[in-house]
């Protein structure tokens, strides 16, 4: 009889102490949390969201696909992070930093009494573990390339239990930026591993819960393979409200694997998932008709960080066995006919058409929502079919009487804009440009590819001969765009693999971009960068056309619900999140 | 006798749906690579006959649609000024059967309206239009895949059904092979060696043959069947035996038999085809934008808010759903008769 009580009430403690492993800590002696002032919650309840596709692992170090770092990001956090509300950087576990007059020594104190989920404390030892794992090359962070500044890798250095120090090879403007999302991570827990030349293998998403710690609001709780991953409650994270109550207030955060936007917009329809992002006009447009009804709420936040653009083929073709494009190429490659191209493109009606008006026409690489460092003075020609035969007549072309465009050896002009099938807003666009381009007498034809093979032509074999693509979106400052402006860069699309820069304008586009890179001043920043978008929109490299705006939902009841433009847009601030059965307003509802 | 009528129907449902996509350029109102950027997913126009006046009109008329303010996508009429329907119309410029210059349309209004007898779609292109000059290529297509498949299967059938052995048993196996191999995943697969530009004409081409070189099987094995059994006739020992020529046998005896089959697959074959040209257009292997075809028609009904909110989107597919029921009526019918007929 005995025997039964004790195991009755064994069982019944476990439970418990199942309950209340998720439950939050109270705040220890000699901790220092960094206190929020989001209005104060209530604690309880999950939130659902919806995914395209799975992750593919739980390695902040090894993760590049974005559904694997959208659930990364609710388990880790980084030393300094950028608001995405503010776009400005705040403390993190970092709670303060200093850089030397000389801009090449970064010092960051880190907060005291940290703990991982699992319990253990946090300290230097793991800041200078998690960089080295990141700057290993034998591990291909794909992160790896943010920390060179200067040609080489940032150099980390314990000063002592609760201090590291950086040190720069240059002088660089944005320092504090570079640690966004730069992930700290469980030295204890990976060191091994580390040591075995397995890194890059740990951390699967079959890996258990236990061998799993993170300093984010949440901690891995379970992985249904093809159907979602549960996160739970971090008992220890070290954010807490005014009030001291320790943040997370919800649960559980639960994602689900769905398979493609539709999917994701029915689940949404349906009341199974809470939030939802990245939503494409049309199925804004649908899911706003019944809002009201549905309880649930969408917002506009105004235009992306994105640019959509048309670009042509300008790559060095000698070596390859491609004469058909070589000919083309000399169009292509006079700046008068990339004018006419531009100027006879109908902006208005991408917006309208593709974009549902939910989306900006754009002339520049700097969307308008970005506002410290767009270029105010940037010109916006409106369409004008006149102003792009003046151009074409100027640079040598001429009409057939039947209407097509012919070059001055006779040539017709036609060409393909290659797309990839997988995104339908951009398949409209091209059908659009088709159409305002036949105007002009060009006979253009649209080439839907598969997004791999679309990759393929454009960076490896460079057998295309127009494409539309899209770029941006990462961070607000120029930094992270150096890749594409400067004459070496990896995503430099329209002409790759420079050695030198091919024109007086792109060597002095790279002279700026360098420059901006290393001034430590905004305000001399803001004026080289004006310069090189100013030479960027004047020399057309890519005909600018749209930028979608960000477009988002969530349950009424779901409260602190403030979605950014930066991703992630919808749960950057996941551990202020709460549900309030009263209807709270909420700011930028539309 | 029952038959005959029904037969009669079938056929002349046929007959008007064929006839209207052979005149396509004259029966449609507008070109279908026209794009009204400013009616994107209009609905279809509603033709009135009394005014807001009250008064009849003989001639019906439409108003102009306007986009609501605010609403995405929805429409209000614009009520005041009617636009009659007119008749043998000046519209676009056009080519019949690629040689007549004309811009003779059946039908119409004046500018500024719009008549869109199957609403528009996401350019604000007349979806009526476009089925009609899609039907085109998908019916040329799906025709000439039969006439290519029934011959090939006609030529491989009598062949090895004649003369039976070693070309019998490989041409068997050839034919095996074909009805095992899943082609769709193959034509997928195909799609990126192809060149990036490929002519209209060479994407016929090569949609007609595609389609055309997967479907000879079924009925090389079916006039097989009818040929050997046909070559056992005593008629034809007895020719034989008169010093024929196996060429003679075959055109004066055995030919005939396999007419039954030939017009049954025929009619069956034609839709199936049509259908499958309808699927390679709709995973994009077919004519690229801005010709118009069925299967390109019905895959902008791919996305979920197109599927649920733009009901006209379907209209191919009831142009689809009365051809297919049409053809298999014909052959239902075809097969009873001859049937009957050589028993």
Redesign the interface.
Known sequence: MRRWIYLIALSLACCSAQAASSSPQPPQHGEELKITDNPVGRYGGTLALAQRSEPKTLNPVTAADAPSREVIGSLVADLIHINRSTQQTEPALAKSWSLSKDGRVFTVKLRRGTRFSDGQPFDADDVVFSFQAYLDERIHSPQRDLLIVGGKPLQVQKVDQFTVRFALAQPYAAAERIFDNIAMLPRHLLEKSYQASEFSTTWGLTTSPAAIAGLGPFCLKEYVAGQKIVLQRNPYYWKADREKNRLPYLDELVFLFVGNEDAQVIRFQAGETDVISRLSADNYALLSKEAASRGVEMFDLGPSLEYDFLTFNLNDLQARNLENIAAKQVWFQDLRFRQAVSAAIDRDSIVKLVYAGHGSSLWGNVSPSNKFWVDGALPHPPRSLERARELLKSAGFTWRPDGQLVDSHGRPVEFSIVTSTSNAQRMKMATLIQDDLSKLGMNVHVAPLEFRALLDRVFQTYDYEASIMALGGGDADPNPEMNVWLSTGGTHLWHLGESKPASGWEARLDQLMQQQMVELKYKERKRLYDQAQEIIAGNVPCIFLATPDVLVGAKKDLANFKPAILEPTTLWNVEQLYYSPENGARPGAK | MRNKTKLAGAIAVLLSLHLAVFLAQFLAPCDP?E?N?DS?FAPPSRLHLVDVRGRFHLRPFVYRWVESPGD??QYDEVRDREYPLRFLVRGPQYRFAGMIRSNLHLFGVDAPAQIFLAGAD??GRDQFSRILYGGQLSLAAGLLAAAASLFLGLLVGCISGFYGGWIDESAMRLVELFLVLPWLYLLLAVR?FLP??LSAAQTFLLLVTVIGTIGWARPARLIRGVVLSARERTYVTASRGFGASDYYILRRHVLPETLAVLLTQAALLIPQYVVAEVTLSFL?LGL???APSWGGLLANLQ????L??YWWMFAPALALVILSLGYLKVANVVHECLQSGSV
């Open positions: 690579a794009q950027r994107p995405f996508h996401g350019y990126s990036l530009r994009g690229s934008e801005p996305q979920y808010n197109v649920v909110s």
